[in-house]
């Protein structure tokens, strides 16, 4: 993060030995920081980790009886470098900014995360850490494109750089999946328990996922080892849930001069938060279930539900958003246009595909969902919102028009998630908004999404023709008819986002 600009003198430096110092309605730990160890290793201590599985882990810390359940985290990449140099002043104490949507603030500092390692200014020390007995679960949030699979067919990508550097120099990995091999490695020649590998990421069967992406890597490299993780690793499903926008200097200004605290990178986050697990460990677990998550036989339908409603909203609101011209998801679904789409989109195109779920009233559970996409205090932008949409848009909207369209193939409910479709195509061919206004684009896709839907005007289909992401659309009929209207129109430069999307909810009564 940048520095404050200013700070004010009354300000307080976050770190352990000024905790007694801070103001008095700030929650902080209640326990004894120096009695806890790591027994929870997490690689990939981004915004949503700290704001979600951290802050569980530290209201579980509140109650006597869990000191071993200690977060390490564990950074991989460079791009990390400038966390682990924060994380180390602040004594890996971090601020937590929970916004409410009727406006009320709650301030508190997360004590649960008690070291951090930088990967690559020593690797061994990672492998050691993750060998090490006291590890129990190893945990991940990595996002989606971490995972190294390819979205059509869910097959590893064995010919990732990285990945081949790493089952060539298993001592010296780069990636999540070399770490992890080397580490359980380490641990079966040793005699030690294997530890649990916990995703934390918007997959759905994220556990699974974990499971065959690791699989396939270790099948590469050692026989023996992949007989032993296949049959002793537990890799639990979860279904994670917490809006999490990106840290801005805002936040830490308001912090410093409203608070009183310096805080270098805190984190801000909505006061909705949900965590459903599968309950099956290997090495023993943290009852989370006492800090309010809940453990289950079978996530698979709390996973779908809200891939397919909340994320897949999300993308939603933020492709047709970004085009039209708004810059966050609040001033996207405050329009009345946008929510009535979005709500829409959410009972005719995605509800009658999910399963029902104990305890969970879907129209309340979408109600929910406006709400929270409307909270003006979460300040969420439309780029984050968008950031590998290449990643996330096969699993949050592409597997339900695949549904729709074997559900009911001559007339399939897809109208909608297909102009939605249409609209990345014209993001990533064009860049702009419909206003000509530069967008921000980040996906490792990026160059291969250009060069496919820059080819539309010649070809309405060419952006289907990336297999990889929309499998066989392009030669579905009963999808292309659709798809080929929808280019048609997001493509009319007379026409506006918001009179596209009228004439859709018009056509659908």
Aim: glycine share 6%; charged share 20%.
């Amino acid at each position: 993060m940048s520095n404050l600009s200013h700070t004010p003198s009354h300000a307080i430096t976050l770190n352990q030995a000024n905790l007694d110092s801070l103001p008095k309605d700030v929650k902080v730990p209640q326990y004894d920081r120096s009695k806890l160890s790591a027994g929870i290793v997490h690689i990939g201590v981004g915004g949503f980790h700290r704001a979600h599985q951290a802050m569980y882990v530290d209201q579980l810390l509140q109650s006597p009886g869990s000191e071993q359940w200690g977060i390490c985290g564990i950074g991989l990449l460079e791009a990390n470098r400038g966390l682990a140099d924060i994380l180390k002043q602040q004594d890996y104490l971090y601020s937590l900014v929970v916004r409410h949507p009727d406006g009320k603030i709650e301030n508190q500092i997360i004590g649960s995360m008690i070291d951090f390692l930088f990967a690559p200014n020593d690797k061994q020390s990672v492998i050691d850490k993750l060998a090490n007995p006291e590890t129990k679960v190893v945990s991940l949030t990595i996002t989606e494109g971490g995972y190294n699979f390819n979205p059509a067919t869910g097959e590893f990508d064995l010919t990732n750089p990285d990945i081949i550097h790493d089952l060539a120099n298993i001592d010296t990995p780069i990636t999540t999946f070399g770490f992890l091999t080397a580490a359980l490695k380490a641990r079966m020649e040793n005699g030690i328990a294997p530890f649990t590998v916990q995703s934390c990421d918007n997959i759905q069967h994220n556990g699974v996922v974990t499971k065959q992406m690791l699989l396939a890597f270790i099948e590469q490299y050692d026989a023996k080892l992949y007989e032993w993780v296949d049959k002793k690793v537990s890799f639990p499903n979860a279904m994670v849930d917490r809006i999490t926008p990106v840290t801005t200097d805002t936040d830490m200004q308001y912090l410093a001069n409203t608070v009183g605290i310096i805080d270098q990178w805190p984190i801000t986050c909505e006061s909705f938060t949900q965590w459903v697990i599968e309950d099956d460990f290997c090495n023993g677990r943290p009852n989370w279930d006492q800090a309010g998550a809940q453990f289950v036989s079978d996530v698979t339908p709390y996973e779908k539900m809200k891939i397919r409603l909340l994320n897949a909203g999300h993308s939603v609101l933020g492709l047709l958003g970004s085009l039209h011209g708004f810059n966050t998801i609040d001033e996207s679904v405050t329009d009345p246009l946008f929510a009535q789409y979005l709500r829409e989109f959410m009972d005719a195109e995605v509800t009658p595909l999910l399963d029902t779920l104990d305890g969970i009233d879907l129209t309340d559970y979408k109600d929910t969902l406006i709400e929270r996409f409307s909270n003006p205090n979460i300040k969420d932008s439309l780029a984050r919102i968008c950031l590998e949409s290449s990643a996330k848009l096969p699993k949050f909207i592409i597997e339900t028009v695949h549904e729709n369209l074997a559900k009911n193939p001559s007339s399939p409910k897809i109208e909608l998630a297909t102009i939605v479709l249409a609209a990345w195509c014209y993001y990533s061919d064009k860049q702009v908004d419909k206003q000509g206004k530069p967008l921000d684009i980040s996906d490792q896709m990026a160059e291969t999404l250009h060069q496919f839907a820059s080819k539309t005007a010649k070809d309405k289909l060419a952006f289907l023709r990336i297999t990889d992401l929309f499998g066989d659309l392009a030669n579905q009929t009963s999808f292309t008819q659709v798809y080929q209207k929808a280019i048609d129109a997001i493509y009319d430069e007379s026409l506006s986002i918001k009179s596209i999307m009228q004439t859709a909810l018009n056509s659908k009564g």
